[in-house]
């Protein structure tokens, strides 16, 4: 199965939003369409799907036309029950009468139990949580049994986890189709596709895997910002930001969410910020980009390796003060607990306490015997408000 869009142009009114346009797409292709707003994306998207006619140029699948499924950005809140909504994607195939019949439930339920929602079948549309909203629209997609699906940013307005789970459902269930999915998120679609169109004005000006198409020239031609591409076995982007500030350095060891109060209020005091380790995409990592905090980094979900470890040692060993936030410690980043031993053997570290560490241990006893000394040469604070004060007093002394 292909698709094949050739020497697309599109106008809405005068405007030409599409130009010249040439695609092809395969069975099994997952294509991540990323560009900046107003780069032409949905209108691309809607096009293929035949909501828009096009000016000049034709859309090809297989020479014919074949079923295919949209989801589009946004979708109308309704009253009808989940097993209802997923039944709208049987309307191409009902009769005249437009009545389901028994093959079209069981194609419904179906697409429910693949996203493992099939126990809000009976649950009103309008009362469920957007991601629950987002797998009913995409269940009531896959009950279409399209072989071509487009999804116009499916995970908008959703929580990372819910992102991820929502991405890694696509990617599941798509192994046997083309899905195009216009994304605003680049680290998100190269967690997941493996093509990358990168799209500007109204053209493609980059196609390929992800390993071809994303670095540091071509994001810069596309989006306009200046990035550093990693590539620790998966590839992820990093916002370049310069911070103009000169002060006291503070290097901060947190995760999942621990530093997020912290680092604002580290930041809001004048002090430049370093933070890590950090897995990319995590919502630290991301808080310490928008400042433009340097970050020492690793691969999303993977644990900790020796060279990002020594990475933060290096940055501790140039920081005039170290705090170790109220994370918990497991398998992933234990080698963090390592490096705020090593900080407070420099007589840097304060150790803020909200929580008992015991709560926070999914390690085991060695981890136990590592907190406590470093409890021993640390300054122990219960809460952010108190690092401020903690740290002039360190850096005073």
């Known amino acids: 199965m292909k698709l094949k869009v050739e020497n697309l142009t599109v106008k809405l009114g005068s405007n030409e939003i599409l130009k010249d346009l040439t695609i092809e797409a395969k069975e099994g292709d997952f294509i991540a369409l990323l560009g900046p707003n107003g780069s032409g994306k949905s209108t691309l998207l809607r096009t293929i799907f035949g909501v828009i006619k096009p000016a000049r140029g034709v859309v090809f699948f297989d020479g014919k036309e074949i ?221 310490v980009s928008e400042i433009g905090g340097e970050i020492i980094d690793a691969p999303p979900f993977s644990q900790i390796s020796e060279e990002a470890f020594q990475r933060n040692l290096e940055s501790i060993r140039n920081s005039d003060a170290v705090v170790l936030a109220d994370l918990s410690f497991g398998k992933g980043n234990f080698k963090n607990l390592l490096s705020a031993k090593y900080a407070s053997e420099l007589g840097k570290l304060i150790v803020v306490e909200k929580t008992d560490f015991q709560n926070r241990n999914f390690v085991g006893r060695v981890a136990e015997e590592i907190y406590s000394e470093i409890l021993k040469n640390a300054k122990v604070v219960k809460n952010d408000e108190e690092v401020i004060n903690a740290i002039q007093k360190l850096l005073s002394e």
């Open 67 to 287: 079923e295919k499924g949209y989801l589009p950005q946004e979708t109308a809140d309704t009253n009808l029950n989940v097993i209802d909504v997923v039944l709208l994607g049987r309307t191409p195939y009902l009769g005249r009468i437009k009545i389901p019949k028994k093959r079209d439930l069981e194609i419904a339920r179906k697409a429910l139990r693949d996203l493992g929602i099939e126990k809000l079948a009976n649950r009103r549309f309008s009362e469920l949580s957007g991601g629950e909203k987002q797998k009913v629209l995409l269940a009531r997609l896959f009950a279409q049994e399209p072989k071509i699906i487009l999804l116009d940013e499916p995970t908008a307005h959703l929580d990372l986890s819910a992102q991820l789970e929502i991405m890694g459902l696509i990617k599941e269930l798509s192994d046997d189709r083309i899905v195009i999915v216009a994304l605003h998120d680049i680290n998100l679609a190269l967690s997941f596709a493996n093509c990358i169109f990168l799209i500007r004005d109204g053209r493609i000006l980059f196609a390929g895997s992800p390993k071809e198409v994303i670095n540091e020239k071509n994001i810069k031609e596309v989006f306009n910002v200046e990035v550093s591409v990693k590539k620790h076995g998966q590839i992820y982007v990093i916002p370049k930001i310069k911070s103009t500030k000169k002060g006291k350095k503070v290097h901060v060891i947190c995760g999942g969410g621990s530093g997020r109060e912290l680092i604002h209020l580290l930041n809001s005091n004048g002090f430049l910020i370093s933070a890590g380790v950090l897995n990319a995409l995590d919502s630290d990592w991301e808080i």
